[in-house]
């Protein structure tokens, strides 16, 4: 991984010196490279535009949602779906444009349904026949329309960890098509008066490198809007093809670039379009790791070392797995390098450990180093999806800072939790 340096050899992130930040905001600190974030999402829209398609680009937030997130999705004009209360509660507390949020989730509450029709959320992705029945019940109720997309469970399994997938059939999201569930599900959804079926979603997995499952899900969905159209009184406007574009964690990872994946869609749904006779409906897709990810960078604070002869040391940072789960729940690797010299030579291979209670808490199994000392500062590339995202206090320990980096200038955009704020929640039991 080439990382940006600056005069004092120093690695630099959104033209800040990692050291100045660390000790600026301490450790561990969540940074992101917000100019990265921005090209990202453009290089993604700029697909559709040069295909002169239309299409848009809908953030998948649940890897990494906050108000300045969503600030920034907002002046991009992206779209951004949520998956639960508290990531809505968020995006209108970001004053987010409410018509371009999508609503997603396998078991949305009653609550979190009312909730998205009070906030007038743009489109409910339906996951399964009780939220449709749910949804049909308060609408009518309400006498509020609601613009709707089906989650279909496509049948494709994407070669990626097995928590990773959610388009094969033994799937807990969506509707089943063998089994004429989705056909079920657009007869139910046409019938329900303030239901406005737009089209249809499929999401086949995250952290994927090839491009034959989007172009395979595509003509799926293609050709079910095709049959659909039809069937039924209906008229196919969107087609969601989900996120999951694969990013480098690791020398070893070769993605390819994320818009390949978009181009692939684009051209396989206008082949469609023209062999189905159908016009090309919007295209949404829902990439999240592509976007955050490559952008963030965990750094920590070297403490203590324990070597025993023969083996590999253990170097302990003041962070782990309470703010990086990742590699313990998916086996999954990153890279680091001392924030003082990431060009320096390795002089040894280290298992890069947190300070959680557990065995498994190791962040980096084998990690080249140059030599180390207490207080160094270590950043972990590539870490801006699904890190802090699904952060948690065990150990009680405070979550940490999230800072936005762009054009060298740094501001905190999520506060380091506070001792006090872990036992906020708490009551006496005298
Ligand atoms: C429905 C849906 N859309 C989008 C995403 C985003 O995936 P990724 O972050 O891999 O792009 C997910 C997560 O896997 C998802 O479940
Ligand atoms: N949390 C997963 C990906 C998200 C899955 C969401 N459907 C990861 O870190 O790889």
Redesign the pocket.
């Known amino acids: 991984m080439s990382l940006p340096t600056n005069h004092a050899g120093h690695l630099e992130i959104g033209g800040a010196d990692a050291l100045t930040l660390a000790a600026d905001y301490q450790t561990p600190l969540v940074v992101y490279d917000v100019a990265q974030i921005r090209q990202q999402v453009r290089a993604f829209q700029h697909v559709f535009e040069t295909a002169h398609v239309d299409g848009i680009v809908s953030y998948?937030s649940?890897?990494f949602a906050s108000i300045a997130m969503y600030q920034v999705m907002q002046q991009l004009n992206a779209h951004i779906?949520v998956?639960s209360g508290g990531e809505l509660t968020t995006a209108i507390a970001a004053q987010f444009p409410m018509p371009h949020v999508s609503f997603?989730g396998n078991n949305k509450s009653e609550a979190e349904l009312v909730m998205a029709l009070d906030a007038h959320v743009g489109t409910i992705?339906v996951d399964n026949f009780h939220e449709l029945a749910l949804l049909d019940h308060l609408t009518t109720a309400r006498q509020q329309p609601v613009d709707i997309l089906l989650?279909i469970t496509p049948g494709i399994s994407a070669h990626t960890h097995e928590y990773?997938q959610?388009g094969q059939v033994d799937s807990k999201?969506g509707f089943d098509l063998d089994s004429n569930q989705a056909t079920a599900a657009v007869a139910q959804a046409m019938q329900a008066p303030y239901l406005n079926l737009r089209g249809i979603?499929a999401?086949i997995?995250?952290?994927?490198f090839a491009l034959e499952g989007f172009i395979a899900v595509t003509h799926k969905l293609m050709s079910l809007l095709a049959d659909w159209a039809q069937t039924f009184d209906f008229t196919p406007e969107v087609l969601n093809v989900?996120?999951?574009?694969?990013i480098a964690y690791t020398k070893d990872d070769d993605p390819l670039p994320p818009e390949a994946f978009v181009q692939a869609i684009v051209e396989a749904a206008k082949a469609d379009s023209t062999a189905l006779q159908m016009s090309l409906p919007q295209i949404w897709i829902?990439?999240?790791?592509?976007?955050v990810?490559p952008a963030g960078y965990s750094l920590y604070t070297i403490g203590s070392r324990k070597d025993v002869p023969g083996l590999l040391p253990y170097v302990a940072v003041d962070g782990g797995m309470g703010d990086n789960i990742r590699p313990a729940l998916y086996q999954a690797k990153y890279e680091a390098v001392l924030a003082s010299a990431p060009q320096a030579p390795a002089t040894e291979t280290v298992h890069l450990v947190g300070k959680y209670c557990e065995s498994g808490d190791i962040l980096i199994d084998r990690q080249p180093l140059p030599t180390t000392h207490p207080g160094d500062i270590v950043a972990v590339c590539a870490t801006g999806?699904?890190g802090y995202a699904m952060a948690s206090n065990y150990n009680r320990n405070p979550r940490p800072a999230v800072v936005f980096v762009e054009n060298g200038q740094a501001k905190i955009v999520v506060s380091r939790e506070t001792f006090a704020d872990l036992i906020h929640l708490d009551q006496s039991y005298l």
């Not at 989900?242 to 694969?246: K, M, N, P, Q, S």
């Open positions: 998948a649940k890897a779906d998956v997603h992705i989650r990773d959610t999201f979603h999401h997995g995250s952290q994927i989900g996120g999951g574009f694969g829902e990439p999240g790791r592509a976007i990810g999806a699904y």
